[in-house]
């Protein structure tokens, strides 16, 4: 049976600042770049199997992350889990983490 492994990525980050908030530039904050997506975490499950496909992982490490084989006319849940660090402080304050996603499948041979 032709089945294939699936892969995930996020692509084009991008971390900006929205606004300067007085408590980011007490951080010593600027507008240089925002601090949201080195503050950012990110796990997939499969809540019908109870299986981690992906343990926690930094918004910049996950390329081509393997997650699982998938079947010919199988069928795979994915939930995306997000937490920001423990460690973030006032400096992400009003700022902006967006990225693509993207899922990729490779057919077995
Ligand atoms: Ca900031």
Known sequence: MVGGKLYL????IADNEVSLL??????????????LCDQ???????PDE??????W??????????????????EKTLRVH?????SAGNEIM???CTFKTKLTLI???
């Open 82 to 86: 997000v937490r920001v660090k423990t």
């Open 57 to 74: 992982k930094n918004t910049r490490d996950i390329t081509d992350r393997y997650l699982t084989n998938l079947s010919a006319g199988g």
């Open 9 to 12: 990525s996020l692509e084009d």
């Open 22 to 35: 007085e408590q980011e530039r007490e951080m010593g904050d600027n507008w240089d770049s925002g601090e």
């Open 40 to 46: 950012l975490q990110f796990k997939i499950t499969n």
């Open 107 to 109: 057919q077995n041979p």
């Open 94 to 96: 009003t700022d902006r």
């Open 50 to 55: 109870n299986i981690t496909y992906m343990n």
